[in-house]
């Protein structure tokens, strides 16, 4: 009697490519994770010195902030995930802030802000 060959994996070879699929997961999911942040988080900021500008315009103009829309556009890239207003609005002064929304989550940054002045919080280098 002659046995014949078997085909297919052993049970041992296919326990171990889940397992390096389960390593490369855990490493490859936060980086992914962090690099959308990241970039949504960019976009953002993008909008919000587009807005700030949009300001500066207003102020040449009329010369006063005052009237100043409350609420920004940002592009439709951007507009699910971070929402543009205008707050403390005076004749020579304004705040601008970048609020997420929706699914977007910044534990990092929260709310990104920018005055008049140029002022930008929060203040750190990461977030900025």
Known sequence: MSRRSAAGFTL???MVVV???AIIATIALPS???YVTKSRREAGKACLLQAA?????FYTANLTYEDL???FNCDSST???YSVTSSNVEARTYTLSATPQGSHTDAECGVLS???AGV???ATARCW
């Open 53 to 57: 500008q949009q300001a500066e315009r």
């Open 32 to 34: 992914y994770r962090d």
């Open 114 to 116: 920018v005055n008049q």
């Open 79 to 81: 507009a699910p995930f």
């Open 120 to 122: 930008r919080s929060p």
């Open 12 to 14: 041992i070879e296919i």
């Open 69 to 71: 829309p409350e609420v």
């Open 19 to 21: 397992a390096i699929i």
